[in-house]
């Protein structure tokens, strides 16, 4: 079979999951949509190998809808590394919902659909059926967001998601509206050969960016992912930290920088500011959140700041013709894609199974579970520190891609980024410092120290198969971090493919460089091994000492200055961030200049309903009744003609007959 | 082809007369066997049309002297929206053989009344005549008939609000039809008979003068500014026949009478396409405006009616200014809002049947109580605000991508657009907002002592959902 | 040189400072009681104290999880790498495939993770509250660290660690103003990750008792200490390799080995005595009041940034 077939037997098997759980019972449906989850994931996975095997990108056409054009699915490189993206986190998510999701048939539903529209949003070639997939995404995610509908505040953050989501869906609609009449055509093919005037460029660049990014969730438009991350199923959060915000970034890279050729310089500027902006503001954000979800979904935002970063320095590149920062950036931003896929899918999987157990999401009440569910707690660990950007793992190796490259444009002749680069990069460093204490609160709160609730002293460990993905994840994790020499050459292969760019050296044997190993050269395999290898040390230097002979007790309570030691005494989770929010307090003012303008809109809105209910009989009152009241006076006025006087009757006649004679014979004259 | 059509305009005629005389017991079946009838020819039709590859074909059938009275034309116009309201007629009467009856909490019905299903039946044998007319005249007389039934039908409860429904409704629409009717006039004038294919050798002023006429009657019966104002009250009538007269059929009629002189004048002068854009605007961000202080929910449905019937109008003006697909999607649009906006309408019905209200701030947790009509809630929300896969995002797309298309040309288009485009956001954040309170939550008390839903109307509303999800397709497919 | 060559010399000069690191906070701790005019404990007080503690028995809270016991290891062993590839004795990286700074700087959070998140599993309040102090400390300073080193890296044009050090040695390096107020930014940063007062806020003694070692005890706490020992001298060897590496090997030879040896103690003990100036100097001051000071330290590193664009 080749790709293609792969792929679309992945959308089927997709969409049989979907309708076969519509008709089995809530329990079953669990099971059937997770297999059939399964079982797509694997094949669109074949599909990728045999993809990247194959030479021409393959392409399949379904149909055509005139005037909207071909429904064609395609594998370019991009779209293959995003297919791999949805695969290999999806089966993960499949593979955890097979005994951890909600057991609801709606859940089980939309969750098979969701994904099979992701697969379709990421490879099909034609505006018109990209938009309705993207809404149909959408849709599919709603429904999972409201799944406990009888509770209040589902329908306001339902509600909340699908407007933002709308509103984005409208600009990316406007801006296909703009490609199609100056192109006349909606294909994608059509509008890269269409010549566009530079200043609709523009406005289409500006459109899409929001649009695209209302969905990805950077600041300023993250305002909603706090609330719909936590209200979803553990897996479905999952999926929508890990894979939707990324087809949102897909959006973005084709439509800002495929379909639109070139660039503009202030495009790539526009979005490697919004990008720093996300990293500190979701990173100081996340913070102050004791939601483990919700604290999920800013460090989400965050990690997009760190992708669009990538994103916008690609562009400048290609502004500015400069082949290394272009590859450098596109492929800081495709690497760290991957790797925010696999760590945080593992983050909100692992949250997932803690929020489960312990029934609550409030990390103030959980505590002590490293011992009662080790696998939960060793793979939430790997995500952790990937996350933080710790070498030798994954997430680090994509922020010091993301460095190089800022490095690379400060060191450019054009003043703007001698300026920028580096305070972005300052502002990437204060980042990653609020994400090792969000990590660590995150962490330290789940799982370490004493438990603070009933449920957190019984806790255990998933199912099997939940942990088989979790264990999953964290290998793939692992994987491309350690892997990262052999694994960085071929995402620099999409990326230049994708910006039609050189291909630059990103890796020589064991270590990775950028672009050119006069300016560095990092080994994250050979780290390791050190790491794990120079453990031998501190042993050595304690046997030298003889110490191993000293015994060990671990039956003992914390110090507690002499009083009896009680598990409040421990600090938990919302006690973590308080010197921080102290010393970093002006970073909150934002939050607060947006409370004025909201309380003054709401004002006015009751204001402008109350003056619309007013004019709303307007016409009523200024020409309906007044025409009616004419009507039936006029009505009345006539009916004193018909006295019912018989008399009055006879009147009548004579009158009208001696008119009539006179008119007759008096005209006539005889 | 022609007989059939025939069949579909004067069977529900002769069935409407007999329902004056049958033994009471048989209306209800009788109504429903004679609409499925009628529909089924509709329906027919518009397979033999496709089968035949969509030729247009005209047939003249009554003649006075010389003088054309009535024929029918067959294009995709007619044929597409005639299988539509044929449906969409069936499946009312059925609805209405369950929503009338003394299990419906919010208005009893002690026994069956004659007239309701005499006028219901004269009225969709009505409408086919108005679809498939191709002679001014004939438009002109079914335009009328249409009037008399829908104030017979307004008016059917018979108490103080309801006739003054009715007879607002009825004045309204008169003094619009008088464009109509000068129309119909002139026209007689110039080509000496009423036959619309005519239209296309008029001069530019001639048709400037005609579509004038036609724009007026039209603003009136399909309830555009300033003769907007008869459709909010005429909610007093009984919930299916909000359903079909005042937002499948009856208010469509104005913009159909537009789109048939469109096609049949071929060139439109370019003023009318203005004016006629502008004005549907202004109407849309009106009615959009009119949304916020609704409590009942079928007056919030009405003015959604409003601005999707402006939204016809303004696809059809952008199509005289350039723009074939504006002309598609708005025929397109036709089609979809019938089935779009009746279900919502007969949801509200079922809502009102079961709880006894249809008042938004006393209808709370529908979702879990009445799962069915919760479902059926959910899809009509999610396609009158033009989501996909649902049938109204097709049309909706067509018209804004033919408005952009227009702006080609003209620059100044592009504003409207963006007001259209921005306008169908708001109604959707509007109605979802809406929507999200009344289904999700625990029940009100209203919702908590539900009655059980009659079988007849829950066939009906799952019937319009699936509609809802395939049509959109459909047409699209149908029409390019 | 050849890598191998390097690699043994990396080892040999990890070694050395693993040695070295306890003697030097011992100086530090010398030169505060001369200051506070008492005599204090002696030289090589902390040797005998690490052997004390070895041989003692492990106690350990009931609720600490297995990143507790394994933090003391993992710390070492990750400043033992540190010292590894840092240039001390020569000028060119030992092992220059892990000789960037960027992987410099974030190595250093996997050790402050681990302490925070081991200062959590022990359940202790003061060790929780240590280990957050410690984080924001963190925080406060990795900012001035990156502005500084990319100043550097932009006018060496790399970010490898060796190949600066030996441009700044060789003297092929612009010196300038941005250098200069780099030194001090660096310098300053330094000192606050290397916890000195008034930044000892992870282990303030006389608030927090020592904050997150206070649940470790015997070989673990040993351990511990000789990590945050090693950590202190790391950071002083980055300082020097970053901007005063003369006296180190550029070429391979017997003469320039023995010289190394010699020097590298030597600018130890010479930064060891100005921090302890300085550090002597100040008093505890409250909690709260410490992140001002560092604010002074980030105009500088800004400073030494606007002149690197001006190019003077």
């Known amino acids: ?670 | 082809m022609t007989s059939m059509i025939l069949v579909s305009i004067l069977l529900p005629f002769a069935g409407g007369l007999l329902t004056l005389i049958l033994p009471r017991g048989w209306i209800k079946a009788f109504s429903a066997v004679v609409s499925l009838l009628a529909g089924a020819a509709g329906i027919y039709v518009l397979a033999a049309f496709t089968a035949a590859g969509k030729v247009d074909s005209n047939a003249d059938l009554l003649y006075i002297g010389q003088w054309l009275i009535y024929g029918v034309t067959l294009d995709k116009l007619s044929v597409l929206i005639g299988a539509a309201l044929g449906l969409v007629g069936f499946l009312i009467v059925v609805y209405s053989t369950g929503y009338l009856t003394d299990k419906n909490r919010e208005h009893p019905e002690k026994e069956v009344e004659r007239r309701f299903y005499f006028f219901l039946l004269l009225f969709i044998g009505s409408m086919a005549g108005l679809v498939f007319a191709s002679t001014m005249l004939g438009l002109l007389v079914f335009f009328e008939l249409t009037g008399v039934c829908s104030w017979g039908l307004i008016g059917y409860y018979d108490n103080e609000k309801a006739r003054k429904a009715a007879l607002k409704a009825i004045i309204t629409t008169q003094v619009a039809s008088l464009g109509l009717y000068a129309a119909t006039a002139y026209f007689f004038a110039l080509t000496g008979g009423t036959r619309l294919s005519d239209m296309a050798a008029l001069t530019d002023g001639a048709k400037t003068a005609i579509f004038a006429g036609v724009l007026i009657a039209g603003y009136g019966k399909s309830a555009q500014l300033p003769f907007h104002f008869w459709l909010p009250d005429a909610m007093a009538a009984p919930t299916p026949i909000s359903a079909y007269l005042h937002a499948a059929s009856m208010v469509k009629v104005g913009v159909y009478i537009f789109a048939r002189c469109i096609v049949s004048a071929g060139s439109v002068p370019r003023i009318i396409g203005i004016v006629g854009a502008s004005l549907a605007i202004v109407t849309m961000v009106y009615g959009f405006a009119m949304y916020f202080p609704q409590r009942d929910m079928k007056k919030l449905l009405a003015y959604s009616t409003i601005t999707q019937l402006s939204y016809i109008f303004f696809g059809l003006s952008v199509s005289i200014l350039g723009s074939q697909l504006a002309f598609n999607g708005a025929v397109m649009h036709i089609f979809n809002h019938a089935f779009a906006k009746s279900l919502f309408f007969l949801v509200a019905g079922a809502l009102a049947y079961t709880t006894g209200t249809r008042m938004l701030p006393n209808l709370r947790g529908v979702m879990k109580k009445l799962p069915l009509i919760g479902v059926c809630f959910t899809v009509a929300a999610l396609v009158v605000t033009g989501v996909p896969p649902l049938n109204a995002f097709f049309s909706k797309f067509s018209i804004f991508a033919g408005g952009f298309q227009a702006a080609q040309m003209n620059p100044w288009l592009y504003a409207l657009v963006v007001v259209a485009i921005l306008e169908s956001v708001g109604s959707f954040a509007w109605i979802f907002w809406v929507f999200s309170n009344a289904a999700a939550g625990q029940p009100s008390e209203e919702v908590a002592a539900a009655a059980p839903l009659h079988p007849a109307m829950a066939f009906v509303l799952v019937t319009l959902a699936a509609l809802t999800l395939v049509s959109g397709v459909f047409a699209a497919v149908w029409m390019g | 040189m050849n890598p191998f060559t390097l690699f043994i010399i990396g080892i040999l000069q990890a070694i050395l400072l693993l040695l070295l690191a306890p003697l030097y906070s011992g100086f530090a701790r010398v030169m505060r009681a001369k200051m506070h005019s008492r005599t204090g404990p002696p030289l090589m007080q902390n040797y005998r104290d690490i052997r004390k503690l070895m041989t003692r028995q492990e106690v350990v809270s009931e609720q600490a999880g297995w990143i507790f016991r394994v933090t003391p290891y993992v710390n070492l062993a990750c400043m033992f790498l540190a010292a590894m590839v840092i240039p001390a004795l020569t000028t060119a990286s030992p092992l220059e495939a892990a000789g960037d700074l960027i992987l410099i700087v974030y190595l250093f959070a996997l050790p402050r993770f681990f302490l925070a998140v081991a200062g959590l599993e022990s359940g202790s309040s003061l060790a929780g509250i240590g280990a957050r102090r410690e984080l924001l400390v963190s925080a406060l300073a990795e900012p001035i660290l990156l502005l500084v080193i990319f100043v550097m890296a932009l006018l060496t044009k790399t970010t490898n660690l060796g190949r600066i050090s030996t441009e700044v040695a060789t003297g092929a390096f612009p010196f300038s103003l941005a250098f200069v107020l780099g030194l001090a930014a660096f310098a300053f940063a330094a000192y606050i990750e290397m916890g000195k007062l008034p930044f000892d806020l992870g282990e303030a003694e006389q608030e927090l008792q020592e904050g997150p070692l206070a649940e470790y005890s015997g070989r673990s706490l040993a351990i511990l200490k000789w990590s945050v020992y090693l950590k202190q001298l790391v950071l002083v060897a980055l300082f020097m390799a970053l901007f005063i590496p003369f006296g180190a090997m550029t070429e391979l030879s017997i003469v320039g080995f023995i010289l190394a040896l010699i020097v590298f103690p030597l600018k130890a003990a010479l930064w060891y005595f100005i921090a302890a100036i300085f550090e002597n100097a100040m008093a505890r001051t409250r909690f709260m009041n410490a992140p001002a000071v560092v604010w002074m330290a980030l105009g500088m590193a800004l400073l030494s940034f606007v002149f690197y664009l001006a190019n003077v």
């Open chain 1, 1 to 670: 079979m080749t790709s293609i077939q792969f792929f679309v037997l992945a959308l089927t098997l997709y969409l049989v999951g979907a309708l076969a759980s519509l008709f089995a019972s809530p329990r079953t449906s669990r099971g059937v949509a997770a297999f059939f989850g399964l079982i797509g994931s694997l094949s669109a996975l074949l599909a990728v190998v045999f993809a990247l095997t194959e030479g021409t990108p393959p392409s399949l056409t379904l149909f055509a809808i005139q005037p909207f054009g071909e429904f064609t699915f395609q594998m370019d490189w991009l779209s293959t590394l995003m297919v791999a993206l949805i695969a290999l986190v999806g089966a993960a998510t499949s593979l955890y919902s097979f005994s951890d999701a909600p057991a609801n048939v709606s859940v089980s539903f939309f969750t098979d659909l969701f994904m099979a529209s992701m697969l379709v949003v990421v490879t099909v070639t034609n505006a018109f059926y990209f938009l309705v997939f993207w809404e149909v995404m959408t849709l599919a995610s709603y429904f999972l967001v409201v799944w406990e509908f009888d509770k209040k505040e589902s329908a306001r953050t339902g509600f909340i998601y699908f407007l933002v989501a709308h509103i984005g869906a409208a600009l990316i609609m406007v801006t296909f509206f703009l490609f199609f009449g100056k192109a006349g055509t909606f294909d994608f093919a059509g509008i890269r050969a269409a010549s566009i005037p530079s200043a609709v460029k523009d406005i289409v660049f500006v459109l899409a960016f929001l649009g695209f990014g209302a969905k990805a969730g950077m600041v300023p438009l993250h305002f909603w992912t706090p609330d719909t991350y936590a209200a979803a199923p553990s897996h479905v959060s999952a999926l929508m930290a890990s894979v939707m915000k990324k087809t949102a970034v897909y959006g973005i890279l084709r439509v800002c920088v495929d379909l639109l050729g070139g660039s503009a310089l202030w495009w790539g500027f526009t979005v490697l500011t919004f990008g720093a902006l996300s990293t500190v503001f979701g990173a100081f954000y996340a913070l102050s959140e004791k939601d483990i979800k919700r604290l999920l979904a800013l460090s989400s935002v965050e990690n997009v700041g760190i992708i669009l970063m990538g994103v916008g320095l690609g562009m400048i590149g290609l502004a500015l013709s400069f082949p290394t920062l272009a590859a450098l950036g596109f492929l800081a931003a495709l690497y760290h894609m991957l790797n925010h896929a696999f760590f945080k899918g593992l983050l909100f999987l692992g949250a997932g199974s803690v929020i489960d157990k312990t029934g609550t999401r409030d990390l103030n009440l959980m505590g002590g579970l490293s011992r009662r569910m080790p696998w939960t707690a060793l793979t939430f660990l790997v995500g952790a520190l990937a996350v933080t950007a710790i070498p030798p793992l994954n997430g680090f190796v994509s922020e010091w891609f993301t460095y190089q490259a800022l490095l690379n444009a400060a060191g450019s002749d054009l003043f703007a980024l001698r300026v920028f680069a580096p305070l972005f990069a300052v502002s990437l460093a204060l980042a990653g410092a609020f994400a090792v204490m969000v990590y660590v609160k995150a962490y330290g709160g789940a799982f370490a120290g004493p438990a603070r609730s009933e449920k957190a002293r019984f806790a255990k460990d998933p199912s099997a198969a939940s942990v088989v993905s979790l264990v999953y994840l964290a290998l793939g994790t692992i994987v491309l971090g350690l892997g990262a020499p052999w694994i960085a050459p071929r995402i620099a292969a999409v990326a230049a493919g994708f910006a039609k760019q050189p291909l630059i050296a990103v890796s020589a044997g064991w270590t990775m460089l950028p672009g050119s190993p006069l300016v560095s050269v990092v080994s994250t395999p050979l780290v390791a091994i050190l790491l794990i290898g120079l453990l031998i040390v501190p042993v050595v230097v304690v046997a030298a000492y003889g110490g191993w002979r000293a015994s060990r007790r671990s039956n003992v309570e914390p110090w507690s200055n002499g009083y009896g030691y009680a598990a409040v005494m421990s600090v938990r989770a919302s006690s973590f961030d308080q010197p921080v929010k102290v010393s970093f307090r002006p970073l909150y003012w934002v939050r607060t200049l947006v409370e004025r303008p909201y309380r003054a809109a709401a004002n006015f809105y009751n204001a402008a309903v109350e003056s619309v209910r007013r004019a709303e009989p307007v016409v009523e009152n200024a020409v309906t009744r007044p025409t009616l009241k004419l009507v039936e006076t006029a009505g009345q006025w006539i009916q004193t003609l018909q006295m019912g006087d018989i008399r009055l009757y006879c009147l009548y006649i004579i009158i009208t007959l001696a008119i009539l004679l006179v008119v007759l014979f008096g005209g006539s004259g005889s």
